[in-house]
């Protein structure tokens, strides 16, 4: 193993780890900026902070299963890039229920799909930033990950609020923004590479 500062030079050197910290730099940011403006995001269409609070829990609710499901079927599997593809795929439609549809329910399931999509992709991205970096300490590696998106959530939701439209106060136009970002994240998770060690251990298990 590394040590910090070893590692720290390890991990800037490696190609997917970098686009790995891009890919939450928005993704993560993009979750706590809608979480912390879920009531004002919503209350152009006419919902109050009840209904707007509800729709905010149904997110952690999909959260959390998304993060018990995907990490599990990844490991099982021995991939990471699919189920990281896969989240990014899943958010687009959640984000977009949330920013253009105005039924309670239809923002229900978008709240929810959106959740289990973009906290699903927390402890698999952790764990392909962990094997991607190897031999550098797993905790620099995460810390990392939630550094860039800790920083990118106070830009945006600064961003969002500063955005707003003029007459409605209405925060859509960065949510678009968002469904863009969200696609070019997609993009950037083809570039990289699967995991080397969960490679290995998949050419192990056939040689046996």
């Not at 979480?35 to 006419?46: S, V």
């Not at 099982?76 to 990281?84: D, N």
């Not at 977009?96 to 959106?114: D, K």
Request: hydrophobic share 50%.
């Amino acid at each position: 193993r590394f040590r910090v500062f070893e590692g720290l030079r390890h991990i800037f050197a490696q190609r997917d780890m970098r686009i790995l910290m891009v890919i939450f730099f928005i993704g993560l940011g993009m979750f706590n900026a809608v979480t912390t403006w879920i009531e004002q995001i919503l209350a152009p269409r006419g919902f109050g902070s009840e209904q707007a609070g509800l729709i905010g829990a149904m997110m952690m609710i999909g959260g959390i299963a998304g993060a018990i499901c995907l990490p599990l079927l990844s490991d099982r599997l021995r991939r990471r890039k699919p189920f990281l593809l896969l989240t990014m795929i899943g958010t687009v439609p959640g984000l977009i229920g949330l920013t253009f549809l105005t039924g309670y329910g239809a923002l229900m399931v978008s709240s929810f799909v959106l959740g289990f999509f973009v906290m699903a992709a927390g402890p698999i991205g952790f764990q392909y930033g962990a094997e991607v970096s190897y031999p550098a300490p797993e905790s620099t590696s995460q810390g990392l990950i939630l550094l860039s998106g800790q920083v990118s959530g106070v830009i945006f939701i600064f961003g969002m609020d500063a955005f707003r439209t003029a007459t409605t106060h209405s925060m859509t136009p960065f949510m678009i923004v968002f469904i863009a970002l969200t696609c070019l994240n997609l993009v950037m998770g083809v570039m990289i590479k699967e995991s080397p060690l969960v490679a290995r251990v998949e050419d192990r298990s056939t040689d046996g």
